[in-house]
């Protein structure tokens, strides 16, 4: 019998019903700060995935959507590897979901078990723990914009606590080899919100130093950056995990969009900030 994750923060971090969720997808593309379009003109020819936030919606997903919009250009992909933060701890330090099905209002999607199990054999420490995943919004909040944006596309899901460089440069490394050894179009998303609660200008420039060192592909600058001026990004190693893919691939970077949750409810002392980064060649 399948593994069944049902949604944790529907009604939370987004809408319970399926039809306000689609048109809260909907108002999120169509915001000032969105991309206005459900399909952006693709950079170069090919994707590997993208930062992407995981707050609520209506907070984080106006620049949630840029990413999607932006990997829409590129076709739909045969599978999803998402990568964010364990926020609460539980479970294996660095989970995969090998098998399953993921619930949300618009449906379900399955896991893609083969290469779940590629990245897990090549990936010791990566466990295969289903409630690792059982309360962990990072992964959940982007499910429902796959399946707006690409329909009934599998999913990989990573959830990592132990956000060390050695785990993020062997999960890259690990990433980088199975996708050149797999015939699929696999996109790969690294979950993660960016400098937490201060106010709005220092937010920003907290997060333009992080930033910088992203768009350069600069694995150990990145950690460096976090570290030296306390940037408080909660998915650090799933950013870093897909520098160090990227840079393997062969891939550049670029940035989409850039805001705090400031721009999207109005309170600007206390906020979060927000990018979508895409890794494309």
């Known amino acids: 019998m399948a593994r069944i994750r049902r949604p944790a923060v529907a009604g939370y971090f987004y809408e319970a019903g399926k039809e306000d969720l689609i048109n809260r997808i909907r108002w999120a593309i169509g915001h000032e700060i969105g991309p206005r379009s459900e399909a952006l003109a693709p950079e170069g020819s090919r994707a590997l995935g993208a930062v992407v936030p995981h707050a609520g919606y209506i907070y984080s997903g106006p620049v949630a959507a840029w990413a999607y919009a932006a990997l829409k250009g590129y076709g739909r992909p045969d599978a999803v590897i998402i990568m964010g933060p364990n926020h609460y701890g539980i479970g294996a330090p660095v989970a995969v979901m090998k098998s399953g ?25 990566l466990e295969d723990d289903f409630y690792a995943f059982s309360k962990e919004h990072s992964l959940e909040v982007q499910v429902p914009f796959l ?82 001026f306390d940037v408080s990004a909660c998915g650090v190693a799933p950013i870093a995990a897909l520098i160090k893919a990227a840079a393997e691939l062969g891939f550049r970077a670029k940035l989409l969009s ?24």
């Open 101 to 125: 099905v993921w619930e949300t209002p618009l449906g379900s999607v399955e896991v893609d078990s083969d290469l779940a199990e590629a990245l897990a054999s090549e990936y010791k420490e």
């Open 147 to 228: 399946q707006y944006f690409f329909g009934d596309v599998k999913i990989v899901p990573i959830a990592l606590w132990r956000q060390t460089p050695s785990v993020a440069r062997s999960l890259g490394a690990t990433i980088a080899r199975v996708l050149r050894n797999t015939p699929k179009r696999v996109y790969v998303l690294a979950s993660s919100d960016l400098n937490h609660y201060e106010p709005h200008e220092v937010t920003k420039k907290k997060d333009e130093l992080a930033l910088e060192r992203i768009i350069r592909l600069d694995f150990d600058g990145f950690y460096d950056a976090i570290s030296r």
């Open 258 to 281: 850039h805001a705090t949750s400031g721009d999207t409810s109005g309170n600007y002392d206390e906020t979060v900030g927000y990018a979508s980064v895409l890794f494309y060649i």
